[in-house]
């Protein structure tokens, strides 16, 4: 079985071939824009997404829009997390951050899988907090910035090991579960 995966981000893509490989579902990246409805709701931007891929005909596929939520900032950058990524960036988050006392935050993940005509949405979470400074090469976007266990940032991780407590990670066991209860997989 193959699932095309709509994104611009590799990195989405190697994390996804990674959870899926022991399925035998391979993953075909897929470029294809599709607009990122302004919404304070992850699954929102995820619901419209779908109907607008639908609509040009693509079926068997997976999307995802992921943000990550600080406590001390209200939730910020949440849904915005891409433009801040491409705007402050890490260093400019890590400035907001500066002098805050409680630094905890969490990733979320919202996912929506057209498959076999159907349409499974799940949402995924990972608690951690953001680091001192960047750390390590790995991984993507807020990456280095991001510790779920207060010691190694998600960035210091093989893929491998990311995936076992990342936001994408579990959004993908609860999709698995889903797969498995609709005799998919
Ligand atoms: P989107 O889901 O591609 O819209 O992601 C929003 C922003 O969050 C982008 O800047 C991504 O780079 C970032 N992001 C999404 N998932 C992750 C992740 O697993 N680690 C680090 N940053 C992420």
Known sequence: MKLKVITSNPGKVREYQDSFSHL???MEHLHLPY???QTSDLEEVVTK???EIRKK???DFII???GLFIDDLKGFPGVWSAYAQKTIGNKGILK???GVGNRSARFKCCIGCDINGET???TGVCEGSIMDAEHGNGGFGYDPIFT???KLSFAEMPTEEKNKFSHRGNAVRLLIDEMKKRNIV
């Open 24 to 26: 035998g579902i391979e």
């Open 35 to 37: 607009d990122e409805v």
């Open 49 to 51: 997404g779908m109907e």
């Open 57 to 59: 005909g693509v079926r």
């Open 64 to 66: 995802d829009d992921s």
């Open 96 to 98: 907001l951050m500066d």
């Open 120 to 122: 499974i949405m799940v």
């Open 148 to 150: 779920y266990d207060g």
